[in-house]
Nanobody
Framework: QVQLVQSGGGSVEAGGSLRLSCEAS????????MAWFRQAPGKEREKVAG????????NYVDSVKGRFTISRDIAAKTMHLQMNNLNAEDTAMYYC??????????????????WGQGTQVTVSS
């Protein structure tokens, strides 16, 4: 059974930084697309960043480009989200997600099947 365990997050003032981590187990980490999503109160869940199984390709929602960096350590089976220059609009519950990349599919279009437990990020202005 796929397991994703998140750590990091917390509260920070605007302009500050936080780092989220997602430790994966019980699946072939190097064959799965990984991503970070977030959901703020009263808003729909949005994909913040995604990364390919080989870590060669990463993509970001426009609002975080240049501020957030997604990465993965295949050997350690861990994914990270480094968040810099945070602002109040980044306040949300953040979730890591994983899904197997089947032949002929793309990480940008797959439906994520497995989810972490979520971690709160709160940015005060």
């Amino acid at each position: 059974q796929v397991q994703l365990v998140q750590s990091g997050g917390g509260s920070v003032e605007a302009g500050g930084s936080l780092r989220l981590s997602c430790e994966a187990s019980r699946f072939p980490f190097g064959s799965y697309c990984m991503a970070w999503f977030r959901q703020a109160p009263g808003k729909e869940r949005e994909k913040v960043a995604g990364i390919s199984p080989d870590a060669e390709d990463a993509n970001y929602v426009d609002s975080v480009k240049g501020r957030f960096t997604i990465s993965r350590d295949i050997a350690a089976k861990t994914m990270h989200l480094q968040m810099n220059n945070l602002n109040a609009e980044d306040t949300a519950m953040y979730y890591c997600a994983a899904s197997f990349l089947a032949s002929g599919t793309s990480c940008s279009t797959i439906q994520y099947k497995y989810w972490g437990q979520g971690t709160q990020v709160t940015v005060s202005s």
